[in-house]
T-cell receptor, first 111, second 114 residues
C-alpha cells in the first residue's frame, strides 16, 4: 500500500525559480523523510522531519509538516539545473519498521 | 568509505532460473531493506531486517526470499523468477529500524526476466 503520494507528478521550472512539492500520507507517522534520485540511481537522503516538528531547513531546502492534514511540502529555493531529479517522500509506520515511499515528483530545472 | 554495495548491477535471466542479488554494507547498521522500483509506482518495500536473523515482509514480498546471517549482508533471492519481477532493485541500510535515521541506498540492480 502506498502511504506517501507526491504532487505534482512532474514539475518544470526555470533556473532561479522556487520549486514546491507536496506529499500526503494516510496514517499516523513518527517521521517523514525526503529523498532525491538522479535518473535511475540510488536515492540520497535530503532531510528528516519528526512528527512533533512543523518546519525544518537545510541549505536551500525547507520542509514543512502538517500532521493534522497528513501532509508535507518540500521547497527548493533558487533552483539550479543540477536539482533536476526525482524527489520522494518516505514515511515510517508507527512501529518504525516499514518504510513507505510515494511515487515521486519529477523536477526538471531548465538552464 | 561508508557505502552499500549490490551485485550484480545488471542481470538478464530467464523465467524459473534461481538467482541471488547480494547486498553488503560497511556501516555496522542494524536495519537493512530491499525495495523494487517500477515506473509510476515509486519504491515498494519487499523485505526488511531489523537485525541478524530477524526479517519481516514488506508490502510486496511474494516471489522473494531473504536471509540475514551476518550483520553486513542481506541477499535477495528469487527462487523462480517471473517476467513481472523485471524491475530496478535497491538495497538500503540504516542505523536502526526506528525510522529516525536516514537510509543509505545501494546503486541499484536492474533485473530483466524474459
Amino acid at each position: 500500500s502506498q502511504q506517501g503520494e507526491e504532487d505534482p507528478q512532474a514539475l518544470s521550472i526555470q533556473e532561479g525559480e522556487n520549486a514546491t512539492m507536496n506529499c500526503s500520507y494516510k496514517t499516523s507517522i513518527n517521521n517523514l523523510q525526503w529523498y532525491r534520485q538522479n535518473s535511475g540511481r540510488g536515492l540520497v537522503h535530503l532531510i528528516l522531519i519528526r512528527s512533533n516538528e512543523r518546519e525544518k531547513h537545510s541549505g536551500r531546502l525547507r520542509v514543512t509538516l502538517d500532521t493534522s492534514k497528513k501532509s508535507s511540502s518540500l521547497l527548493i529555493t533558487a533552483s539550479r539545473a543540477a536539482d533536476t531529479a526525482s524527489y520522494f517522500c518516505a514515511t515510517d509506520d508507527t512501529g518504525g519498521f516499514k518504510t513507505i515511499f510515494g511515487a515521486g515528483t519529477r523536477l526538471f530545472v531548465k538552464a | 568509505e561508508a557505502q552499500v554495495t549490490q551485485n550484480p548491477r545488471y542481470l538478464i535471466t530467464v523465467t524459473g532460473k534461481k538467482l541471488t542479488v547480494t547486498c553488503s554494507q560497511n556501516m555496522n547498521h542494524e536495519y537493512m531493506s530491499w525495495y523494487r522500483q517500477d515506473p509510476g509506482l515509486g519504491l515498494r518495500q519487499i523485505y526488511y531486517s531489523m537485525n541478524v536473523e530477524v526479517t519481516d515482509k514488506g508490502d510486496v514480498p511474494e516471489g522473494y526470499k531473504v536471509s540475514r546471517k551476518e550483520k553486513r549482508n542481506f541477499p535477495l533471492i528469487l527462487e523462480s523468477p517471473s517476467p513481472n519481477q523485471t524491475s530496478l532493485y535497491f538495497c538500503a541500510s540504516s542505523l536502526t529500524a526506528s525510522g529516525k535515521y536516514e537510509q543509505y541506498f545501494g546503486p541499484g540492480t536492474r533485473l530483466t526476466v524474459t
